[in-house]
Nanobody, 119 residues
Framework: QVQLVESGGGLVQPGGSLRLSCVAS????????MGWYRQAPGKQRERVAQ???????NYADSVKGRFTISIDNAKNTVYLRMDTLKPEDTAVYYC?????????????WGQGTQVTVSS
């Protein structure tokens, strides 16, 4: 059993910052990558950022230069630092991870955390 638990969402003014955290726990044999997706009302879920154990990263064009993803491999925790937030960043943010257990290799998802950027 593997769980992803997110924290750190909330309401912030335009130009402000937030940091999201996501902890993976359970019967983890190997963690291949972790990342963040977001879904705004009426829109499809989109990948925001992804990080591998090697620390290689990918970012959506819309967040490059403003968001920073990092990982603490020892704690199976991924962070998303969001700076210079814009109203269009408002969405539910979901943590994602590809994890091997003793018997499976699959993607797991967190429950989501709301980020609202508004004055």
């Amino acid at each position: 059993q593997v769980q992803l638990v997110e924290s750190g969402g909330g309401l912030v003014q335009p130009g402000g910052s937030l940091r999201l955290s996501c902890v993976a726990s359970g019967s983890i044999f190997s963690l291949h990558y972790m990342g963040w997706y977001r879904q705004a009302p009426g829109k499809q879920r989109e990948r925001v950022a992804q990080i591998f154990r090697t620390a290689n990263t990918n970012y959506a064009d819309s967040v490059k230069g403003r968001f920073t993803i990092s990982i603490d491999n020892a704690k199976n925790t991924v962070y998303l630092r969001m700076d210079t937030l814009k109203p269009e960043d408002t969405a539910v943010y979901y943590c994602n991870a590809r994890i091997s257990t003793r018997s499976t290799l699959q993607d797991y998802w967190g429950q989501g955390t709301q980020v609202t950027v508004s004055s």
